[in-house]
């Protein structure tokens, strides 16, 4: 069964699908091998660690493509992918979803955000207006080949102009054709319900620690009503904390040997990255 | 001496600067061999050769960088790239000059259109304000590695706004550090005269660009020497030529099944090898060869 039809089955079965954000195809097979039945792809932790920059809409079409099939063949779940704005017009949304379909990838997040973008938790987003947007969904549906690829509009409206602006417009994204629709940072839980009653279709809600919207357990968003949560700089923020730690260390005492314990072996790692298995694989191979 | 040098030095000459469009590695390598002291790859040809769709934005910086990239490395000769609108903002600019400096070209575009652009002579265009685009020519002005590396400020805005506003813009591109300047699409020879006439005392090189069937009237490079022009860029020649060889070359092999009757416009066998470069290679194959 393709990623893509294997998400469908999800969405159309109870419960929430939780999606911790990769940002390489190693986080991503951890994700995988820590069980979710998803991987989130974000662009600000594609923008980290493919450029060491932020999440300001400078990474190319082809480095998140490139970086979404590396991510979407390490992995055997569904990776729902982060395509920013669509870098462009209507004709690049053509093109992102045909490049992003062609990496293997399950999912296509879309934004109405102007060109170049940012963090959605960043301050001075712009959006373009919305019936440019509900012609981007348009465009990415007629550009998608395989009809079981999940399109994903979101709404970064709520901070630019407010809620009932964010509501109007994933009704309209809905009604243009998304499979899920995703309301950018609602400020409370209040903002949060009213999104699950108003809007009619699969609601994907953004777990991001320190941004606007309070945190819930995967539990609670989904007796709200939302049917997938993403924590997409979990692992990034993570990683960033216990790899300043080990590098101050290291500096400190001039050695790595002390901090130990924060790693893990070299066996182990080999084990997790599959290095026993490929061997065995390359063994079959010799008569 | 870099070809950045190399390429400030070709302007500066007395004789304008030639520089025919190139599309690939192997277009740039046959203008070389020809004698042209630099090329010009454009994004409209990128984006026909690489992915076979129009200039309509469709193209990635990472895409156009790595077809700088095998251009300037396929040749010795200077290499100016079409950096579009910079693909974005200020910030986007700032790393389109570093990744096309990184991949060896000598002068970059930088032109006032909105993102998703068109090509220049297409209808339609939009230009962002000049502020805006003042902004962009300070950022790659101040991100190059290299101090000769040229930096060429293009306008849109004459079929948008008008010539007096073209040029106002490209005054304000020149005080904030564009090295070269690039007034799109004149209508008219008058037009042509004027930019050099009001442009010309800013003591920056001027561009002018000869698209066939386009909006500018078609003007040898003498013609363009004499109205004062430094360098004029030939950008669409060499692919429309490619596309008409290659249509004919498929309808007769279509036609016929064989293509006997154009075997003698084509180049031979030895004839390409030696202008791919074959015999050099073949030579330092014996170098390296080991010997019992």
Known sequence: MSQAKKLRKMLAEPGIIRAPGAYDAWSARLIEKAGFPAVYMTGYGLSASLIGRPDIGLLSLTEMAGEGKNIA????????????????????????????????????????????????????????????????????????????????????????????????????????????????APQSVEELQTIANTIHKPLLANM??????????????EAIGFKIVIYPVTTLYTVTQAMMDMLKKVKQDDTSKHDTKHMVAFPDFNEMIGLDAIRELERSFMK | M??????????????????????????????????????????????????????????SLTEMTFSLRNICNAVTIPVVSDGDTGYGNAMNVRRMVREYENAGTAAILLEDQVWPKKCGHMEGKKVISREEHVMKIKAAAEAKKDPDLV?????????????????DRARSYAEVGADMLFVEAPQSLEEMKRIVSVLKPLGKPLLANMVEHGKTPGLTANDLQDIGFDA??????????????????????????????????????????QLIGLPAYTAMEETYTVRS
């Open chain 2, 232 to 273: 004029v860029v030939f950008p669409v020649s060499a692919i429309y030529a490619m596309a008409q060889t290659l249509m004919k070359l498929f309808a007769v092999l279509k036609q016929n099944g064989t293509t006997a009757s154009l075997a003698d416009t084509m180049m031979s066998f030895t004839e390409f090898n």
């Open chain 1, 73 to 184: 063949a390490a992995v055997d779940i569904p990776v729902i992918a982060d395509a920013d704005n669509g870098y462009g017009g209507l004709l690049n949304v053509v093109r992102t979803v045909q490049e992003y379909e062609r990496a293997g990838l399950a999912a296509i997040q879309l934004e109405d955000q102007v060109m170049p973008k940012r963090c959605g938790h960043m301050e001075g987003k712009q959006i373009i207006p919305k019936e440019e947007m509900a012609a981007k969904i348009r465009a990415a549906c007629y550009a998608r080949k395989d009809p079981d690829t999940v399109l994903i509009a979101r709404t970064d409206a709520r901070a630019v102009i407010d809620f009932d602006e964010a509501l109007a417009r994933a009704a309209l994204y809905a009604e243009a054709g998304a499979d899920v629709l995703f309301v950018e």
């Open chain 2, 2 to 59: 870099t070809n950045k040098k190399k390429f400030r030095e070709l302007l500066a000459a007395p004789d304008i600067l030639v520089l025919p469009g190139v599309y690939d590695a192997f277009s740039a390598k046959m203008a070389e061999k020809a004698g042209f002291s630099g090329v010009i790859m454009g994004g409209y040809q990128v984006a026909a050769s690489m992915l076979g769709e129009p200039d309509v934005g469709y193209v």
């Open chain 2, 151 to 167: 930096i060429i400020g293009r306008t849109d805005a004459r079929a948008v706004n008008g010539l007096d506003d073209a040029l």
């Open chain 1, 208 to 221: 991001v620690e320190h941004g606007k919207t309070p945190m819930l357990t995967g539990k609670e968003l």
